[in-house]
């Protein structure tokens, strides 16, 4: 067709279509069947959407069939099913929603309570850690990584981390082993420790529960609504990737990544400057309420 187009313009279409050996009649008709389906049928679209919500059991055939009985409209089956793909109608199937797991169940009936940190009006070094993972884009945008930081509440020392390909409980489990190892290096009291998070599936799955909660006797906290209750990870986060993102975008493969955040996250707690802590280092921080980091 472009080459009748194009012909056309200098040689005239009745030439044209004679060196490409076409009829008039054929390249007429051809252009006037080039209009898309959903504009050549676009008065179809009301009477099929609403056999879709009528009926969503509704296969293309029996959606043909009550187009002809309910409305009077004879069309091709194979006609209805490229405009129901082409339009997404839907094609509902009832399914049951799985039903919430036991710990699911027991964060619902506790309410506001799951949150243990909101009401807290002070908090002491190494009481608190916030954590969550974040996606660390690397080999120029080709692959992924997750990060998971435990950060303490009042020194912003990150006390554990892990990387690692999947965002899961192994990577979360990961990340809090090496928390702990700090943590007992500090002499911290575990039972007085709160760790803070929000409600992804690897923190209320049960591997992650029953080593901080019944292993370790740490406490729990919850955010109520997501991210946005877990602002002091999110600002981590934001902040750790904008510093390291174009480092990190130059690394090839995940080794390099994890090298990357253990050099970075060793000058996050030894050597960079927080306004919120006086403008001092967090190991400094530590150091000044008595603890003294690795």
């Known amino acids: 067709m472009l080459w009748v187009e194009q012909g056309s313009a200098v040689y005239g279409l009745n030439r044209t279509l004679q060196a490409l050996g076409l009829s008039k009649g054929t390249w007429h008709y051809r ?45 091709n089956a194979k006609v209805v099913r490229k405009l129901q793909k082409t339009w997404e109608l839907p094609l509902i199937r009832v399914v049951q929603r799985p039903k919430p797991s036991a710990i699911r169940r027991v964060l619902l009936q506790m309410g506001n309570r799951i949150n243990l940190v909101a009401k807290r ?38 006390v554990g981390w892990a990387v690692a390909r999947a965002k899961n409980s192994t990577l979360a489990l990961d ?23 929000d409600q992804d599936g690897v923190y209320t799955g ?12 740490v406490r729990v906290s919850f955010t109520l609504n997501g991210a946005r209750g877990n602002t002091e990870m999110e600002s981590f ?14 690394q090839k493969d995940l080794a390099g990544v994890i090298r ?5 996250i060793l000058y996050y707690n030894d050597i960079r400057r927080h306004a ?15 603890y003294k980091p690795r």
């Open 31 to 75: 252009q006037n069947n080039r209009r898309p389906l959903t504009d050549k049928y676009a008065e179809l679209r009301a009477p099929l959407l609403r056999i879709a919500r009528e009926h969503p059991h509704y296969g293309y055939r029996k959606v043909t069939s009550e187009l002809r009985h309910a409305y009077g409209l004879t069309l």
């Open 206 to 217: 049960h591997e992650w529960l029953r080593q901080i909660r019944l292993v370790d006797q």
């Open 237 to 250: 986060n934001s902040h750790f990737k904008v510093e390291n993102s174009s480092i990190l975008w130059d």
């Open 121 to 158: 009006a002070h908090i002491d070094p190494l009481q608190v850690l916030y954590t969550d993972f974040t996606e660390l884009p690397f080999d120029r945008g080709q692959q992924k990584a997750h990060l998971m930081p435990l950060v303490d509440h009042c020194s912003k020392y990150v």
């Open 175 to 197: 990340a809090w082993r090496r928390a702990r190892q700090n943590l007992r290096y500090f002499g911290c009291d575990f039972s007085t420790i709160v760790v803070h998070h």
């Open 276 to 290: 919120s802590l006086g403008n001092i280092a967090p190991a400094q921080f530590l150091k000044q309420h008595g």
């Open 260 to 264: 990357v955040v253990q050099r970075r």
